[in-house]
């Protein structure tokens, strides 16, 4: 079982690493990181370098694809050689995914149309315009594709998706093994429960989260 | 403000990138990757590479020291270079940390005697031999080190120490911005939760969580 997980300038870390950490720990799995070039892509934040080995022409036909989100995404939704792969390989997946604004990059590659799916909490309105129907959960399957909420929501997405594809034990298994037993010290995780002065900032990106471009 | 996070062979990539991704956000942060020789260290499982930017002599003097786990400290428990650096760095940290087995590596370096401290659930039972007391908890603060139980578990002490550093609302628009509002799809995440036959293939090597060395 192949996975590919896509790696691009200004992703955000733990979009790819929650999913990473789950799925590829699922025996059998091979996990490639993949780019439209190889070598290093810079994060989000611009401090962390990630390794694709893979160039695009190289992964032709994953069993899970996992496109991850962040800032970078705005750069990647005219259509292209990255579309093209993305449709290609979707054509021989069995499970094409994305966490946080990576549902963005597939939907505008043509994805997601007429599918529930969601992303992070400040581009679900994206989603529409991409022919796509937001949702407000935090994990969305619809049929083949399983779309995630923002970036830690992917932590949550591999492992339902692990227990899909090997099964109860394994996920559990896999979840006891990253001690995945989560006690976030606030409950500030989303808008509804974020106090709203702090929400507000988010939105208007008033707090800087990502380093600049 | 300086974050330092340590990169080794076969580190466990969400170990650095919960901490990463949360205190990396804090206003005014910096951070370096950091490692014995600088370029590309594959992870636990073999797939993932992650850029060691700078060599140990170029840190000699971070505000926060973070410690990843994994398989790799057990190649690290010997009294070397990198044990030197890490007594020097902590002699002008505000806040020493780890991750998981990180803890053994700061245990075998000296720096956890006589102290409160916590590790993966199923490393635990190697603190007292490292001059450390275990306890039960998830994120565990003992004056300024901090240390975090298994994998995942770093995300809540990143927010936690945050809350710490900059004020809750920083911590919670942190929170916020990566979505961390999770719902686990098992209820497996600690050792007295998971079903008894789960936690002893995990404890017995029979699930194999990362790849071959």
Chains 1, 2 share one sequence.
Not at 108 to 128: C, I, N
Not at 145 to 153: D, E, F, I, L, P
Not at 174 to 190: K, M, N, T, V
Request: contains cysteine; aromatic residues 6%.
């Amino acid at each position: 079982m192949q996975i590919a997980i896509l790696l691009y300038d200004r992703f955000t870390t733990l979009d790819a690493v929650g999913p990473y950490d789950t799925l590829s720990r699922i025996p059998g799995a091979e996990t490639v990181f993949v780019g439209e070039r190889t070598g290093t892509y810079r994060n989000d934040v611009g401090s962390l370098g990630m390794v694709a080995d893979a160039p695009l022409s190289d992964v032709t036909a994953p069993d899970i694809l996992v496109v991850p989100g962040g800032p970078g995404p705005l750069a990647l939704m005219e259509d292209g050689p990255l579309h093209e792969w993305l449709r290609a390989v979707d054509a021989r997946t069995t499970w094409t995914t994305s966490v946080c604004t990576g549902s963005l990059i597939l939907g505008a590659a043509g994805l997601l149309k007429g599918r529930r799916a969601t992303s992070h909490w400040a581009a679900l309105d994206q989603l529409p315009g991409l022919g796509a129907e937001p949702t407000g959960e935090r994990v969305v399957f619809d049929g083949k594709y399983v779309t995630a909420a923002g970036v830690s929501s992917g932590i949550d997405m591999g492992l339902a998706l692990a227990g899909r594809i090997a099964g109860d034990e394994v996920a559990q298994a896999i979840q006891l093994g990253i001690e995945y037993d989560p006690r976030p010290p606030y409950d500030a995780g989303s808008p509804d429960k974020a106090p709203a002065e702090i929400t507000a900032m988010i939105r208007e990106g008033r707090f800087p989260l990502a380093g600049e471009e």
